[in-house]
Each structure stands twice: as structure tokens, then as C-alpha cells.
């Protein structure tokens, strides 16, 4: 399995960027592909998550309304189009692939996740 996140970059506050998480070796029987941000000196913190089955998403308070994650199948990329973005979006931007034990509730912790891309930073200035 390898995760190969793209699509960082430095933009301004209210500007759009679309990262992609290129997948290779995931199969529907993942738990599911799940992107996570860390800040400087900061944990790391959900952003959003969808399901494998169903193609349910879930998003963190911080990037509901404004983040849009979704899936190419034949392309085995995911996406997250961040929107009307923020300062505080600064971060490094990890995707992941869920666990196939995956547990609906957990579904925002990143100890559900097992196997993670490098991370592309996004820069936000004000």
C-alpha cells in the first residue's frame, strides 16, 4: 500500500486549493481513506474521512461547510477540496488509509489509520 499526497501550496485566505491522494493497494475492503493535518507545533488532527462502503463522509467542526472530500475509484485518488480557506488551515496535510477493522466511532482518530502518505504542506496567509 502507498499513499502519495500532492497538491499543497501557499495561497491566500479565502482561496481554494484541491489536494490528491494518489492510492495505490487500497481495496474497497479498507475501513476507509481519511485526510489528517498537522500543524507547527501542533498534534495531528482530523480533517475528514470516507467510508469505503457506502461512500459516507465525515468531517471535522473545522472543515464542514467549507472542505469537500470524495473519490475517484479508476483512478484509486482521493480528493479534498478545501474552500474559503483560512490562516488557521496552515498545516501539513496527511492522507491515510483506514484500517480494514475500522470502527465507525473511531473513524476520526488517527490510530484507526495504519498506513499514511508523506504530507503536503499548505500555507495560508492572511
Known amino acids: 500500500v502507498q499513499l502519495q499526497a500532492s497538491g499543497g501550496g501557499l495561497v491566500q485566505a479565502g482561496d481554494s486549493l484541491r489536494l490528491s491522494c494518489a492510492a495505490s493497494?487500497?481495496?474497497?475492503?479498507?475501513?476507509?481513506v481519511g485526510w489528517f493535518r498537522q500543524a507547527p507545533g501542533k498534534g495531528r488532527e482530523f480533517v475528514a474521512a470516507?467510508?469505503?462502503?457506502?461512500?459516507?463522509?465525515y468531517y471535522a467542526d473545522s472543515a464542514k461547510g467549507r472542505f469537500t472530500i470524495s473519490r475517484d475509484n479508476a483512478k484509486s485518488t482521493v480528493f479534498l477540496q478545501m474552500n474559503s480557506l483560512k490562516p488557521e488551515d496552515t498545516a501539513v496535510y496527511y492522507c491515510a488509509r483506514g484500517k480494514v477493522t475500522l470502527i465507525l466511532s473511531q473513524i476520526r482518530k488517527a490510530s484507526s489509520y495504519d498506513y499514511w502518505g508523506q504530507g503536503t504542506l499548505v500555507t495560508v496567509s492572511s
Open positions: 493497494g487500497i481495496t474497497s475492503n479498507s475501513g476507509a
Open positions: 470516507l467510508r469505503s462502503s457506502g461512500g459516507n463522509a
